[in-house]
């Protein structure tokens, strides 16, 4: 595909763009790469200054760039075709799709599916083999439901949704439309619900629904619990990578993104567009506001205000994490000149 047929097909995407004239103006883009990784007819992008020094050193056909004239400049020197973007990032991501799509199976129920005759399936729907679907299960239109899937009696499962692998989705749940749940996942498995009592733990039956709203994307071997009563909920366009565990009672806002190995206990509540990076692990029935961060491997054990940053184990506020972390760095020198000025007072 020629560079210039790419950009026509990504015309409405882009708010701004130009060309460089050079004797490689239009050349054939036969895939995608990182610009530190890219080959000869590739096309690459530059996402900010941080990344420029790259740029005499690709080996991409036609880069991607943000609007930045010292950017620009350094391209129209190496003598590569680009485009400008405010955003190199998600045009790169765009583009992409011109060369690849997720496998997408054919409708068809394959012949080993064990299905309930109870079941509702809704038209164009892939249910692959060995799934197994029980009764009272409803699956909306153009659903895809892979190999080995298994669903228990009275789950809901919106239109165009994908249930990869192996995952595992637990009775009563309803999983939303446009939703993505992916090999290994366990939606609403019991709760850690428990009563301690002189002989020993008494288990609490977990009455409660797991509910995930439309366009939320669930990560490998990520397990979200229901709770004794009421609902687990997760909102509208949330990201959930692998590896994660959200407790029984949770409320995730819309729009969140929640990283690798973080850990939720009971009736935690995440406002909207809330981020937590890799290990961030966030104590019982603590409120995270909306827009909050939290920075990798925070022990979060106290509510966290609307748009605040926290690091750290026990999590506190970012800026002051880092003067912190500038101490911790310096005590043994510190500690040093302490036993040296403690021996200056012997003597």
Same mark, same amino acid.
């Given at each position: 595909m020629k560079f210039s047929e790419i950009l026509n097909q990504l015309n409405d995407n882009i708010a701004d763009h130009s060309l460089i004239q050079n004797p490689n103006q239009d050349p054939e883009i036969t895939g995608m790469a990182a610009i530190d990784e890219a080959i000869s007819g590739t096309l690459s992008y530059v996402e900010n200054e941080k990344?420029?020094?790259?740029?005499?050193q690709t080996n991409a056909s036609a880069l991607i760039l943000p609007i930045n004239e010292a950017i620009q400049a350094q391209v129209q020197e190496v003598g590569l075709p680009w485009i400008t973007t405010p955003?190199?990032?998600?045009?790169?991501a765009q583009a992409i799709a011109l060369f690849y799509q997720p496998y997408r199976p054919a409708p068809e129920i394959h012949p080993s599916a064990v299905i309930h005759p109870t079941a509702k399936i809704g038209?164009?729907?892939y249910i692959g083999p060995h799934a197994v679907i029980q009764q009272g299960v409803e699956i909306g239109n153009n659903a895809i439901i892979h190999p080995n899937v298994v669903i228990y009696p009275d789950v809901k499962i919106g239109d165009c949704t994908t249930l990869h692998a192996n995952c595992t989705i637990h009775e009563r749940s309803q999983i939303g439309a446009d939703c993505v749940i992916h090999s290994g996942a366990v939606i609403g498995a019991e709760g850690f619900g428990f009563v301690p009592t002189r002989t020993g733990w008494y288990k609490v039956e977990q009455s409660g629904y797991t509910v995930l709203e439309d366009k939320v994307e669930v990560g490998c071997n990520t397990a979200i619990d229901r709770p004794a009563v009421g609902e687990t909920r997760i909102g509208s366009n949330t990201i959930i990578d692998n590896l994660v565990? $959200?407790?029984?009672? #949770?409320?995730?806002?819309?729009? #969140?993104? $929640?990283?690798?190995?973080?850990?939720?206990?009971?009736g935690v509540k995440l406002g909207k567009r809330v981020i937590l990076a890799g290990q961030t692990g966030i104590a019982n029935k603590a409120k995270i506001g909306d827009g909050a961060i939290?920075?990798?491997?925070?022990?979060?054990?106290?509510?966290?205000?609307?748009?605040? $940053?926290v690091s750290g184990s026990p999590a506190m506020p970012h800026k002051l994490y880092l003067k912190i972390a500038g101490i911790y760095s310096r005590l043994p020198d510190m500690y040093q000149a302490f036993?040296?000025?403690?021996?200056?007072s012997k003597e």
């Amino acid at each position: 595909m020629k560079f210039s047929e790419i950009l026509n097909q990504l015309n409405d995407n882009i708010a701004d763009h130009s060309l460089i004239q050079n004797p490689n103006q239009d050349p054939e883009i036969t895939g995608m790469a990182a610009i530190d990784e890219a080959i000869s007819g590739t096309l690459s992008y530059v996402e900010n200054e941080k990344f420029a020094f790259f740029i005499s050193q690709t080996n991409a056909s036609a880069l991607i760039l943000p609007i930045n004239e010292a950017i620009q400049a350094q391209v129209q020197e190496v003598g590569l075709p680009w485009i400008t973007t405010p955003d190199p990032k998600l045009l790169f991501a765009q583009a992409i799709a011109l060369f690849y799509q997720p496998y997408r199976p054919a409708p068809e129920i394959h012949p080993s599916a064990v299905i309930h005759p109870t079941a509702k399936i809704g038209n164009d729907v892939y249910i692959g083999p060995h799934a197994v679907i029980q009764q009272g299960v409803e699956i909306g239109n153009n659903a895809i439901i892979h190999p080995n899937v298994v669903i228990y009696p009275d789950v809901k499962i919106g239109d165009c949704t994908t249930l990869h692998a192996n995952c595992t989705i637990h009775e009563r749940s309803q999983i939303g439309a446009d939703c993505v749940i992916h090999s290994g996942a366990v939606i609403g498995a019991e709760g850690f619900g428990f009563v301690p009592t002189r002989t020993g733990w008494y288990k609490v039956e977990q009455s409660g629904y797991t509910v995930l709203e439309d366009k939320v994307e669930v990560g490998c071997n990520t397990a979200i619990d229901r709770p004794a009563v009421g609902e687990t909920r997760i909102g509208s366009n949330t990201i959930i990578d692998n590896l994660v565990q $959200i407790g029984h009672g #949770c409320q995730i806002g819309s729009g #969140c993104a $929640i990283a690798g190995q973080a850990g939720m206990a009971g009736g935690v509540k995440l406002g909207k567009r809330v981020i937590l990076a890799g290990q961030t692990g966030i104590a019982n029935k603590a409120k995270i506001g909306d827009g909050a961060i939290a920075s990798a491997q925070a022990g979060i054990a106290n509510d966290v205000a609307p748009g605040e $940053i926290v690091s750290g184990s026990p999590a506190m506020p970012h800026k002051l994490y880092l003067k912190i972390a500038g101490i911790y760095s310096r005590l043994p020198d510190m500690y040093q000149a302490f036993r040296q000025s403690q021996r200056q007072s012997k003597e």
